[in-house]
């Protein structure tokens, strides 16, 4: 017997999909307007891929070699004064360890503010677990390189947004230490320091997954 | 076209996951086209095309090291080229947003869109009349390949909402091609 019912889209994209229902397949046996329209879905689908190809009106290599370098540099940069920026503030928390409190330094726009001549930050038991948190974080890392799992292309983007957070605290930390800022400035940044790097460690070791893999986000892209 | 994996030399590849530029340029003149005809039909403008190639091909090369390479090296381009564009995407579509009396809307949803045309368009014209979400729906999966799964998860949605939105646009193909 006839199903009187044309199929709906849905149905007939299913169909042409190869997940169609028994009931699709059996109007389509019996329907021949439904037939048509599937035949319509399979040629706009073999149209849409065979449409030719927008090139590229002009080359960006230039623009995207030169922002390689750019962040090159920056990693070089950061790697570089990191270090200096933990074992001075090391250093500072052992000689400077019950020194006079000192002036904040404000953070304002990603900038600290200068603080009075002849002040130092000074380094307290906080400082000095975010440091050595943040120094074990990096060992973690460095002592794995060779075991990171390929990752999904999102996950790779929010592998980089984190390094590029971190190179940003490290400017920050290195210019605070410079102009010598209060103490509670640098906790709050080695604090972050230590907790995306927590974040990045997290997904590097831990959520590393086959390119193939699914990845499972909790952000919507459509918010 | 977009969906042809374009095999690259694994001594090339293995040069750009040490980070050497010359083969990181092989790799971009390899793919670029690929890459912005995929931006160029997600986003459906020039601009935004070229800023997804960009983007794309300099997350590429920072992040290459980290393609390990049990998978397509085009397929992995090309889930780097989809993010970028659903970002530029989104972005694009918060600054459509107008604020009225408090209350945010569409530009889609006071009149913005072009008029109906009056007779049969070919499909090149149709596709740039979707609206971005549907269109991006219908490219990834009738040309990509990606299943509904993949669409919902790369949109932060569900596998159903990719199903409703493929069918929005074939019923809309239907009316202006037909």
């Given at each position: 017997m006839v199903n009187l019912r044309h199929l709906e889209m849905h149905e007939l994209l299913a169909e042409r999909d190869g997940e169609g229902s028994a009931h699709a397949q059996t109007h389509l046996e019996s329907c021949e307007d439904c037939r048509r329209e599937l035949e319509r879905l399979f040629r706009v689908r073999a149209e849409l891929k065979a449409l030719p190809a927008f090139t590229p009106p002009r080359d960006l290599w230039t623009n995207v070699a030169a922002d390689v370098s750019q962040r090159r540099k920056r990693r070089w940069w950061g790697a570089g004064t990191v270090g200096l920026a933990a074992a001075a503030a090391l250093t500072g928390f052992i000689l400077l360890r019950g020194g006079e409190p000192i002036t904040p330094g404000p953070v304002v726009d990603g900038t600290v503010a200068p603080v009075e001549e002849g002040r130092v930050a000074e380094a307290t038991p906080d400082l000095e677990l975010y440091i050595n948190r943040s120094r074990e974080l990096e060992t973690l890392l460095q002592t794995y390189p060779t075991q990171y799992r390929v990752y999904d292309a999102p996950t790779a983007i929010a592998v980089s947004a984190l390094e590029d957070r971190i190179l940003i605290l490290d400017g920050m930390i290195h210019e605070s230490r410079q102009l010598g800022v209060d103490r509670r400035v640098l906790v709050n940044l080695w604090n972050e320091r230590t907790a995306t790097l927590e974040t990045l460690v997290g997904i590097q070791l831990g959520e590393a997954r086959p390119v193939d893999t699914p990845v499972q986000t909790s952000t919507s892209v459509w918010r | 076209m977009s969906s042809d994996a374009l095999v690259l030399a694994d001594a090339l590849v293995a040069r750009a996951r040490a980070g050497d530029l010359e083969a990181l340029e092989s790799v971009y003149r390899a793919y670029r086209t690929q890459v912005y005809n995929l931006g160029r039909r997600i986003c459906g403008n020039e601009e935004d095309a070229e800023d997804v190639l960009q983007d794309t091909f300099v997350e590429v090369c920072r992040s290459?090291?980290?393609?390990?390479?049990?998978?397509s090296l085009w397929g992995w381009i090309r889930q780097v080229a989809v993010s970028k564009a659903l970002m530029l995407l989104r972005r694009e579509r918060n600054r459509s947003r107008r604020t009225v009396s408090g209350e945010v809307i569409s530009l889609e949803l006071i009149g913005t869109n072009p008029p109906e045309p009056t007779g049969p368009i070919d499909l090149e014209a149709a596709l740039g009349r979707l609206t971005p979400v549907t269109r991006s729906v219908l490219w990834l999966h009738?040309?990509?390949?990606?299943?509904h799964e993949e669409i919902g998860e790369m949109m932060g949605k569900t596998a159903s909402f990719s199903k409703s939105q493929l069918s929005r646009a074939h019923k809309r193909l239907r009316e202006w091609l037909d």
């Open positions: - | 290459i090291r980290r393609y390990r390479g049990d998978g009738d040309v990509e390949g990606y299943t």
